[in-house]
């Protein structure tokens, strides 16, 4: 199943775009994320790692596997257990200000159908100026 979510907030992109590129930065924006063990601290293609949500010590593997930041756009395999899912992001300038931000999620339809409400949060939680937490 492929599902996409869209958020538009005022944050500029530079911020938007900077939440995005340093995984550390997860956590604050995403509210499924705990912390994020990752083999580099900014995003890149072919960088892996790890996010852990709120089950304490069971994570998710990642892989991005395309990177452009051109375009503030990067994609990413996420696996936890059997199940696999390919989550797009990307995010542009609005007019007048702001940034809109859209997640492509692809994947089985139970994991797509369960993330997609706590991945709307985070997406409006990224565009917002000050960020979740």
């Known amino acids: 199943m492929r599902l996409t979510l869209r958020a538009d907030g005022e944050a500029a992109i530079a911020l938007v775009w900077d939440r995005c590129l340093y995984p550390e930065q997860w956590s604050q924006w ?4 705990r912390r994020v063990d990752c083999e580099s601290t900014t995003l890149d293609a072919g960088v892996t790692g790890t996010v852990f949500g709120v089950v304490p010590n069971l994570g998710a593997t990642f892989e991005v596997v395309e990177f452009d930041p051109g375009n503030h756009r990067w994609m990413w395999d996420v696996v936890a257990g059997p199940v696999k899912m390919r989550l797009e992001h990307s995010s542009v300038e609005r007019l007048g200000g702001g ?6 999620a ?7 159908l369960t993330y997609a409400p706590v991945a709307r949060i985070s997406l409006e939680s990224l565009v917002r100026p000050t960020s979740l937490r």
Do not use: E, H, K
């Not at 940034?99 to 492509?104: A, C, E, K, Q, V």
């Not at 692809?106 to 797509?112: M, Q």
């Open 106 to 112: 692809d994947g089985p339809v139970a994991a797509v």
């Open 30 to 33: 995403a509210p499924q994320i």
């Open 99 to 104: 940034t809109s931000t859209t997640l492509l």
